[in-house]
């Protein structure tokens, strides 16, 4: 069992900058791969970003590209995702996700299809205001 705990949502004006943190229990986290998701009210949920297990990997979508970096600190059993230069757009819930049964996939889909997370957080609101 994992739990996943977000941290650090908030109200920012465009153009400014959050970071989010996700602190999961468990002694395996080092061999998880981790990522966040988002949704937007009435938008379907989407990818935001993954990072593997040692950090040797990582993806983002297109529309954070740039602005956005997801990090982990594995002595610390966290994941976190830096968010620059906001727009109103990204305003949504962020959920912080891990997926405990797979160390690899074959092609980027593997990490960013939300069917291959096996837990979620229960989400933090990050709010952009234009």
């Known amino acids: 069992q994992v739990h996943l705990v977000e941290s650090g949502g908030g109200l920012v004006q465009a153009g400014g900058s959050l970071r989010l943190s996700c602190a999961a229990s468990g002694r395996t986290f080092s061999r998880y791969t981790m990522g966040w998701f988002r949704q937007a009210p009435g938008k379907e949920r989407e990818f935001v970003a993954a990072?593997?297990?040692?950090?040797?990997?990582?993806f983002y979508a297109d529309s954070v590209k740039g602005r956005f970096t997801i990090s982990r600190d594995n002595a610390k059993n966290t994941v976190y995702l830096q968010m620059n230069s906001l727009k109103p757009e990204d305003t949504a819930v962020y959920y912080c996700?891990?997926?405990?049964?797979?160390?690899?996939?074959?092609?980027?889909?593997?990490?960013?299809?939300?069917?291959?997370?096996?837990?979620w957080g229960q989400g933090t609101q990050v709010t952009v205001s234009s």
């Open positions: 990072i593997t297990s040692s950090g040797g990997s990582i």
């Open positions: 996700v891990a997926d405990t049964e797979r160390p690899y996939y074959s092609s980027s889909y593997g990490y960013t299809n939300s069917r291959s997370y096996d837990y």
